[in-house]
């Protein structure tokens, strides 16, 4: 079996990429947890909720750059191959 060096690095671009999209489930989770606490907390204070729906909207969008990171990471391995003569 003959390797060239633009195989593995398309092959490890692939795996790479791969890797990077797994960051997502982080975000995921969390964002998931803190909606479900945000719930929770309307409904002991319903009074509040303007406040808990803006803090619990903040904290979603820095989370998610995360996810954003991962995914743009994955497509610069899938689409820009500098290395590929």
């Not at 909606?35 to 309307?42: K, L, P, Q």
């Not at 319903?46 to 803006?54: E, F, L, N, Y």
Request: hydrophobic content about 50%; proline content about 5%; charged content about 5%.
């Amino acid at each position: 079996m003959n390797i060239s060096g633009t195989d593995l690095i398309l092959a490890c671009s692939a795996i790479g990429s791969g890797l990077a999209v797994i960051a997502g489930i982080g975000p995921g989770i969390g964002q998931g947890i803190a909606a479900g606490y945000a719930a929770s907390a309307v409904g002991r204070n319903p009074g509040a909720k303007g406040d808990i729906m803006s803090t619990m909207l903040l904290g979603q969008a820095v989370a998610e750059t995360t996810g954003l990171y991962g995914l743009l990471v994955a497509m610069l391995l899938m689409f820009v191959k500098p290395l590929v003569p």
